[in-house]
Nanobody, 120 residues
Framework: EMQLVESGGGLVQPGGSLRLSCAAS????????MNWVRQAPGKGIEWVSN????????SNSDSVKGRFTISRDNAKNTVYLQMNSLQPEDTAVYYC?????????????WGQGTLVTVSS
């Protein structure tokens, strides 16, 4: 079974930093685009960032404003999201998601999510 398990969330004060991790199993990790998406309380799903097999990256500039950096370690089957200068509006459940080789933008496997709460 393909599986993604997020970790690293928690409570942090405004201006703080967190690094989220997502451990993948059950597929050839290095072949796939990996994504981070999030869902804030009472809001819809928002795409945050992704990283391709070759290390190229895209991010949602409007939402993360250059504060977040995605990376991957193919030897460890793990994708990361470094989050700096966190603000209350970043409070959300953060999900790791596996892309598709056949359908652009289709996120075919999701993790269970990890909650990030930014508050004083």
């Amino acid at each position: 079974e393909m599986q993604l398990v997020e970790s690293g969330g928690g409570l942090v004060q405004p201006g703080g930093s967190l690094r989220l991790s997502c451990a993948a199993s059950g597929f050839t990790f290095s072949n796939y685009v990996m994504n981070w998406v999030r869902q804030a309380p009472g809001k819809g799903i928002e795409w945050v960032s992704n990283i391709n097999s070759d290390g190229s990256r895209f991010s949602n500039s409007d939402s993360v404003k250059g504060r977040f950096t995605i990376s991957r370690d193919n030897a460890k089957n793990t994708v990361y999201l470094q989050m700096n200068s966190l603000q209350p509006e970043d409070t959300a459940v953060y999900y790791c998601a596996k892309g598709s080789l056949s359908y652009l933008g289709y996120l075919e496997v999701w993790g269970q999510g990890t909650l990030v709460t930014v508050s004083s």
